[in-house]
C-alpha cells in the first residue's frame, strides 16, 4: 500500500506524559499536514511542511507541541505534558506542491487517549 | 477561505442517487471546491473537486452552478458502503495557502 502511513494506530497514555506519533507521507509528496479531530467535529489544521520547511502553524498548536520533518520525508508530532483535552484523532496528510489544486491525501490516523 | 453550508444529514435508498447539496456563496473566483468523506474511524478520503466545469470520476459526479455559488455531490447508486460524512470545502490555490479547512460536514445515511 502506498498511501500515508500513521504510526502508533492507538496510544493511551497517562496526563504529564510525553507522547510521538509518526507520520509517512505518499513517496515524491513534499506536503505534509497535522490535523486534529476531536468527536462529531471535522478535522482542525495544526500544521504544515513543504519539504522540510514549517511553513504555517495553527493558534490550536500551543508550545507543548512540536512537529518536525527533518529530512523532507516523515515527520514526528510530539505532544509534551498531555493534558486531557488532547484526546484526539490526529491526522496526517500528504499533497503534491506541483500542482496548484492537488488534493490532500490522508492517514488513518492516530488515536490518543489521555488518562 | 470561503464557507461552505450543509445540511447536517439526509439519507437514501441503497441502488438510488445520492444528492448532496453544498452552498458556498462567497466563493471567490480563483477558488476550487472539493469533496472528501470519512467513514467511521478512518481519515478523509479524497473524492473529487472542480473549479467551474462539472467534474465526473469513478467515485462521484460533481456539479457546480453557473455562478458557482453551490454545488452538488452526485453519488450515482449509492451503496450501504457510501454511509459516511461527506465535507464540502472551498481552498484557495496559492503556494502560500494551501491547507483545507472542514466543515462538520453531512452525514449520509444509505438505507437498504
Known amino acids: 500500500d502506498t498511501g500515508v502511513s500513521q504510526n502508533p494506530r492507538h496510544k493511551i497514555t497517562k496526563r504529564g506524559q510525553n507522547v510521538t506519533f509518526r507520520c509517512d507521507p505518499i513517496?515524491?509528496?513534499?506536503?505534509l499536514y497535522w490535523y486534529r479531530q476531536t468527536l462529531g467535529q471535522g478535522p482542525e489544521f495544526l500544521t504544515y511542511?513543504?519539504?522540510?520547511?514549517?511553513?504555517?502553524k495553527s493558534r490550536l498548536l500551543s508550545d507543548r507541541f512540536s512537529a518536525e520533518r527533518p529530512k523532507g520525508s516523515f515527520s514526528t508530532l510530539e505532544i509534551q505534558r498531555t493534558e486531557q483535552g488532547d484526546s484526539a484523532m490526529y491526522l496526517c496528510?500528504?499533497?503534491?506542491?506541483?500542482?496548484?489544486?492537488?488534493?490532500?491525501?490522508f492517514g488513518n490516523g492516530t488515536r490518543l487517549t489521555v488518562t | 477561505d470561503a464557507k461552505t453550508t450543509q445540511p447536517p444529514s439526509m439519507d437514501c435508498a441503497e441502488g438510488r442517487a445520492a444528492n448532496l447539496p453544498c452552498n458556498h456563496s462567497t466563493i471567490s473566483g480563483n477558488e476550487y471546491v472539493y469533496w472528501y468523506r470519512q467513514i467511521h474511524s478512518q481519515g478523509p478520503q479524497y473524492i473529487i473537486h472542480?473549479?467551474?466545469n462539472n467534474e465526473t470520476n469513478e467515485m462521484a459526479s460533481l456539479i457546480i452552478t453557473e455562478d458557482r455559488k453551490s454545488s452538488t455531490l452526485i453519488l450515482p447508486h449509492a451503496t450501504l458502503r457510501d454511509t459516511a460524512v461527506y465535507y464540502c470545502i472551498v481552498r484557495v490555490n496559492t503556494g502560500a495557502n494551501s491547507k483545507l479547512t472542514f466543515g462538520k460536514g453531512i452525514t449520509l445515511s444509505v438505507r437498504p
Open positions: 472542480g473549479l467551474k
Open positions: 513517496s515524491e509528496h513534499n506536503r
Open positions: 496528510a500528504s499533497s503534491l506542491s506541483l500542482l496548484w489544486n492537488s488534493p490532500l491525501h
Open positions: 511542511f513543504q519539504n522540510e520547511a514549517q511553513l504555517e
